[in-house]
């Protein structure tokens, strides 16, 4: 079992990884001295596979424990489905005892936690994440937000969960595709904080690949105590968590003009770090050799280096506005060598225009 601590004062909590500790879940909760009504919110695909019998465990515990499943896929992240959670949670009498559960992906991590922080202006809030993107990234760090038609996660708030439950079991289920879109944010930390966890990564991607229960809670472990000391540091995203969207500039841009769903997260990502890669080669911050390394790790785990399905000049306009636009500038996350990172708020706009050019397939 691993364990990693993410230290925020009174809101500190424990990362758990562990090959079945789902089957100690209420074991687990009456530990942490939880007691009366929890929510469990999945979605279709993960509480088909493990909603059930988490259900039944905690009601045989003495939970009155429910489950309230959602559509997969990134329009449950909206107001209209929170709404349906939150008349869930009035009808079934929750108060600030109770707990809410998330037992899925980042889509149902995100969107759980919103409730669980605006619901009764909060209620305690459990992250069990079974997709990797998940256990790496999103149920760490307390970002919890909904989208709006408008824009991803405009929506939400900081706020931090009691607890984030791994079972590296659940991961055997996971479709392939979602295993590499979680890749790449696990490549993220290599570049950005740990050359020899980038190392470790290039060595052993068949086991990775092959899902290796010790390859992945090495790297689940890895990523998260990263992920934690970045966030204990900021836990507001004012400066040094920006290093975590590393990649996640050219990202968004590609995410929103391909239409949400073409790329999903990972895969913009990578492209994104690649791109973000070679602008900090093009300004001169770092050697040839630090682009040539990102290709190589992202080919060696199957992610796309390059796009096909978006207009530049479109993308151009999107990067302007991104959210991280502060004062009318981007603030790009570069790379000085691979493990450490700057931040650039004058990239010019015609570098990120061949940049994005040498990105797109032709
Ligand atoms: N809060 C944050 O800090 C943060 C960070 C990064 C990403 N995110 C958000 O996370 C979301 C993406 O998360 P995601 O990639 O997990 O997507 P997701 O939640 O849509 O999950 C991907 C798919 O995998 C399925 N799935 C998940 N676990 C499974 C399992 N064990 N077995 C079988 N199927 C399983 C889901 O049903 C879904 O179809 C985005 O909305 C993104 O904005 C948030
Ligand atoms: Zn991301």
């Known amino acids: 079992m691993a364990d990693v601590s993410v230290n925020l004062g009174s809101s500190s909590y424990h990362i758990i990884i562990e090959q079945h500790c789902l089957d100690q879940l209420d074991q687990i909760l009456h530990q942490l001295k939880f007691s009366?009504?929890?929510?469990?919110?999945?979605?279709?695909?993960?509480?088909?596979?493990?909603?059930?019998?988490?259900?039944?465990?905690?009601?045989?515990?003495?939970?009155?424990?429910?489950?309230?499943?959602?559509?997969?896929?990134?329009?449950?992240?909206?107001?209209?489905?929170?709404?349906?959670?939150?008349?869930?949670?009035?009808?079934?009498?929750?108060?600030?005892?109770?707990?809410?559960?998330?037992?899925?992906?980042?889509?149902?991590?995100?969107?759980?936690?919103?409730?669980?922080?605006?619901?009764?202006?909060?209620?305690?809030?459990?992250?069990?994440?079974?997709?990797?993107?998940?256990?790496?990234?999103?149920?760490?760090?307390?970002?919890?937000?909904?989208?709006?038609?408008?824009?991803?996660?405009?929506?939400?708030?900081?706020?931090?969960?009691?607890?984030?439950?791994?079972?590296?079991?659940?991961?055997?289920?996971?479709?392939?595709?979602?295993?590499?879109?979680?890749?790449?944010?696990?490549?993220?930390?290599?570049?950005?904080?740990?050359?020899?966890?980038?190392?470790?990564?290039?060595?052993?991607?068949?086991?990775?690949?092959?899902?290796?229960?010790?390859?992945?809670?090495?790297?689940?472990?890895?990523?998260?105590?990263?992920?934690?000391?970045?966030?204990?540091?900021d836990e507001r995203e004012s400066s040094l968590r920006m290093i975590l969207n590393f990649g996640h500039t050219i990202a968004h841009a590609i995410e929103a003009n391909a239409g949400y769903g073409k790329y999903n997260h990972g895969e913009a990502v990578a492209i994104g770090m690649h791109g973000a890669a070679l602008i900090s080669y093009y300004l001169g911050l770092c050697r040839q050799d630090v682009p040539e390394t990102v290709r190589k790790v992202l080919a060696n785990y199957r992610l796309p280096l390059t796009f096909s399905h978006c207009c530049i000049d479109e993308m151009m306009d999107l990067l302007i506005r991104d959210k991280k636009t502060i004062g009318g500038k981007v603030h790009w996350v570069l790379l000085t060598a691979i493990g450490e990172t700057t931040i650039c708020n004058h990239v010019p706009d015609e570098l990120v225009y061949k940049v994005l050019s040498e990105l797109k397939e032709s």
């Open 36 to 233: 009366g009504k929890m929510l469990i919110v999945s979605d279709e695909h993960v509480g088909s596979i493990y909603g059930e019998k988490i259900a039944s465990s905690l009601l045989s515990a003495g939970y009155h424990a429910e489950l309230f499943l959602v559509q997969p896929g990134e329009k449950t992240k909206s107001l209209k489905v929170a709404d349906q959670v939150f008349t869930k949670a009035i009808t079934m009498g929750l108060d600030r005892k109770s707990a809410i559960i998330a037992l899925g992906g980042g889509v149902v991590g995100d969107l759980a936690g919103f409730i669980a922080a605006t619901y009764l202006r909060g209620i305690p809030f459990i992250q069990v994440p079974t997709s990797l993107l998940a256990q790496v990234d999103s149920s760490v760090g307390g970002k919890v937000a909904v989208n709006h038609e408008l824009g991803k996660n405009l929506i939400g708030a900081f706020y931090q969960p009691k607890v984030v439950l791994i079972d590296l079991n659940t991961l055997t289920t996971l479709p392939e595709r979602e295993l590499y879109t979680g890749l790449a944010e696990v490549i993220k930390y290599g570049l950005i904080a740990d050359s020899g966890f980038l190392q470790y990564l290039n060595q052993h991607t068949e086991e990775v690949l092959n899902r290796n229960p010790s390859a992945l809670s090495y790297l689940i472990q890895r990523s998260c105590e990263i992920k934690a000391r970045v966030v204990e540091q």
